[in-house]
């Protein structure tokens, strides 16, 4: 008689597995629907520390349940920064789901903007941006639980309240805790309706480039004018050259000001400048082209404030492995996931910045984050869960 053969179905048929897991999510979708409607329903704006204090140790109480232990990094201005470690039986280095919990929206917007379902969509005030993704970690954390009777590794979870106004009191706990992780995954809304996941992310930053120029009357003493504005048209003209769409380089003069009068030859005039870039480097380059600027005609004076203020999430050799995993497990249940690169910034640039591969764009998808329709769509979260649940396996 045949021995029967072992069947553990990551064995011998890893479709049948990922289908059942997507099955275990579906089965429990509810649940996970009614989590995030008790996280919306609970306002948490950035510059109220009071009700983000109460949303921190609600997420606290969750995360703990699952035997998680938390620990809080104190902070003055805004609510505490939460940290859960839930160990793991290899002792491998963990991996750092990292979210925040802060919404852009302030106390009793939930009164015009309520916490509700209309056409498969869960519509509320940070639903997406990110409290989905922070229930996504609850979900994943306790499938893997039951699937393994316990995590098969380690995994730190850091939820921060200030990133939506600059992360600047959470920015080092969150380098240090990636510093100690072997890789990122950022809960943030994924890109697009297809939910694509977020491999590079652009570097932002602004100037202000002001002309000095010699005021005079445009009728009785053109002569002896020099013009601010005409001098900044010309800077303008220079500083557009500065853009290499192919290199991911953008400069865009946003802003002008300048004159008194049109018959008056301006004294001042000035342009807000944003700067987009791709690589650190292109930083650096920009910085020193903006720094030898010189004028055109020698009797005006320039002067040029700012620089980069975010870096860039690059896709370097970590992002990319990190996508070519996710992309494996997505392919386990017919899903082809794309990959993204976006203009704006979130706190997966510091880790990636740091050099800690970091794989962003990977909580709920939806639309309209930060505005009056934001929303997730409900049958997507399986997937999302499970796609998670797969890299804390194997990030
Ligand atoms: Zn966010």
Known sequence: MPTKRNTRPNETQPDRLWHDRLRYFEERLETLVETIREFVQIES????????????TLLAGRFETLGGR????????????????FPGRERTKPVLLLGHFDTVYPMGTLANMPCHIAGGRLHGPGVLDMKSGIALMLSAVEALQAWHSGLPRPVTVLLVSDEEVGSGSSRKITEALARESAAVLVLEPAAGTQGAVKTARKGVGDYTLTVHGVAAHAGLDPGKGHSAILELAQQINAVSKF???KKGISVNAGVIRGGTRTNVIAAEATAEIDVRIKNAKQA??????????????????????????????????????????????????DWKLEEAAV?????????????????????????????????????????????????????
């Open 45 to 56: 704006p950035s510059d109220n520390k009071l009700a983000g204090d109460r949303m921190g």
């Open 70 to 85: 938390a620990r809080v990094h104190r902070a003055e201005e805004f609510a505490d920064h939460l940290q859960i470690d």
């Open 243 to 245: 853009s290499d769409l």
């Open 284 to 333: 650096a380059m920009l910085d020193r082209k903006f720094r030898s600027l010189k004028p055109f005609d020698k009797h005006c004076k320039l002067s040029i404030e700012g620089g980069v203020n975010r870096l860039p999430m690059e896709r370097n050799t970590g992002v990319i492995a990190l996508y070519k995993k996710a992309q494996s497990i997505a392919k386990q249940i």
């Open 343 to 395: 203009g704006g910034g979130s706190d997966g640039n510091f880790t990636a910045g740091i050099g800690i591969p970091t794989l962003d764009g990977m909580g709920g998808v939806g639309q309209g984050a930060h505005a009056v329709h934001e929303h997730i769509s409900i049958s997507d979260l399986p997937r999302r869960a499970l796609l998670l649940a797969g890299m804390i396996e194997s990030a």
